[in-house]
């Protein structure tokens, strides 16, 4: 039973992810001279250095989900970045929006009852985010990367609730697990670019601490002071700084249609917010 000033902590974890992803993601694209798996590997070491440095070395830990977090969140990301290659955001998003779905088929397997506000919201949110990122055209490929990226995220969720291990563990072996991928993935790319233009460089140092170090710990912080399938139906909601911050830093554009989807998004996440603050209230 988690207290009501966690459920605070929770929302503000939240609130990181939406920051967090809103500023990194939609520079996946745009840092085109690197591969998705160039970028998996800047973000992943650079992670895991920062969190090395901060648990002053001592890495290790008896916790095996710790260890299935570094086996399963490389794929999670691997598969987010290239669908976003491979189709574009819009219907990457939308898929990976479908994450929380994998969450309640978790919990129905171990017949844990699912409240109705989550899986209202969820309907709500996915509803808005349809309207507001549809674009583009199909693709299997683009459309099998976002599925795997899909299941082991929700995957990924249960894992984090279930490792024991402190936040920054955590943070260290699932990015040693995404910098690893990302190094095996781009053994035959170029590293001329990042080499000769400093700019560049800079660049993908933030991408990788906002994108990757903050964004971990951001995730750690919602789903440590929240119901799983809670957290995992509002960090859905970083779709929506996605949108927004790619208006304002890309020039995209929002048709009436689009923005109607995001307020019906915004609106989905404002009634979860309220539904869980105040159901865990009553049980203190």
Same mark, same amino acid.
Request: with cysteine; net charge positive.
């Given at each position: 039973?988690?207290?009501?000033?966690?459920?605070?902590? *929770?929302?503000?974890?939240?609130?990181?992810?939406?920051?967090?992803a809103?500023?990194?993601?939609?520079?996946?694209?745009?840092?085109?001279?690197?591969?998705?798996?160039?970028? #998996?590997?800047?973000?992943?070491?650079?992670?895991?250095?920062?969190?090395?440095?901060?648990?002053?070395?001592?890495?290790?830990?008896?916790?095996? !989900?710790?260890y299935?977090?570094?086996?399963?969140?490389?794929? %999670?990301?691997?598969?987010?970045?290239?669908?976003?290659?491979?189709?574009?955001?819009?219907?990457?998003?939308?898929? +990976?929006?479908?994450?929380?779905?994998?969450?309640?088929?978790?919990?129905?397997?171990?017949?844990?009852?699912?409240s109705?506000?989550?899986?209202?919201?969820?309907?709500?949110?996915?509803?808005?985010?349809?309207?507001?990122?549809?674009?583009?055209?199909?693709?299997?490929?683009?459309?099998?990367?976002?599925?795997?990226?899909? %299941?082991?995220?929700?995957?990924?969720y249960?894992?984090?609730?279930?490792?024991?291990?402190?936040?920054?563990?955590?943070?260290?072996?699932?990015?040693?697990?995404?910098?690893?991928?990302?190094?095996?993935?781009?053994?035959?790319?170029?590293?001329?670019?990042?080499?000769?233009?400093?700019?560049?460089?800079?660049? +993908?140092?933030?991408?990788?601490?906002?994108?990757?170090?903050?964004?971990?710990?951001?995730?750690?912080?919602?789903?440590?002071?929240?119901?799983?399938?809670?957290?995992?139906?509002?960090?859905? *909601?970083?779709? #929506?700084?996605?949108?927004?911050? %790619?208006?304002?830093?890309?020039?995209?554009?929002?048709?009436p249609?689009?923005?109607?989807?995001?307020?019906?998004?915004?609106?989905?996440?404002? !009634?979860?917010?309220r539904?869980?603050?105040?159901?865990?209230g009553?049980?203190?």
């Amino acid at each position: 039973m988690r207290p009501k000033h966690h459920v605070s902590l *929770g929302l503000l974890g939240v609130i990181g992810i939406w920051l967090t992803a809103g500023l990194a993601l939609p520079f996946v694209n745009v840092l085109k001279s690197q591969t998705p798996e160039q970028l #998996l590997a800047m973000r992943g070491w650079l992670t895991a250095i920062l969190a090395f440095l901060l648990l002053r070395g001592r890495v290790a830990t008896t916790d095996k !989900y710790t260890y299935l977090i570094a086996l399963c969140v490389p794929f %999670a990301s691997l598969g987010l970045f290239k669908g976003i290659r491979e189709w574009g955001a819009g219907p990457t998003i939308i898929i +990976i929006a479908t994450t929380p779905a994998v969450n309640f088929f978790i919990a129905w397997i171990f017949g844990k009852k699912v409240s109705t506000a989550p899986i209202i919201c969820f309907c709500l949110m996915l509803s808005g985010i349809i309207a507001a990122r549809w674009n583009g055209n199909f693709n299997m490929t683009g459309l099998l990367w976002s599925l795997l990226a899909t %299941a082991t995220n929700g995957i990924l969720y249960e894992l984090i609730v279930r490792a024991k291990s402190s936040s920054m563990h955590r943070c260290f072996w699932g990015s040693v697990g995404i910098g690893t991928i990302g190094v095996i993935g781009s053994l035959d790319a170029s590293w001329s670019a990042v080499n000769e233009n400093a700019e560049l460089r800079l660049a +993908i140092i933030a991408f990788a601490f906002v994108g990757g170090f903050l964004y971990w710990l951001a995730n750690l912080v919602a789903f440590d002071n929240l119901p799983v399938e809670v957290a995992s139906v509002l960090a859905q *909601g970083e779709t #929506l700084a996605v949108i927004i911050v %790619a208006g304002i830093l890309l020039g995209e554009k929002l048709s009436p249609l689009q923005w109607g989807g995001v307020i019906v998004a915004l609106i989905a996440t404002g !009634y979860l917010s309220r539904w869980v603050v105040k159901s865990e209230g009553q049980k203190t």
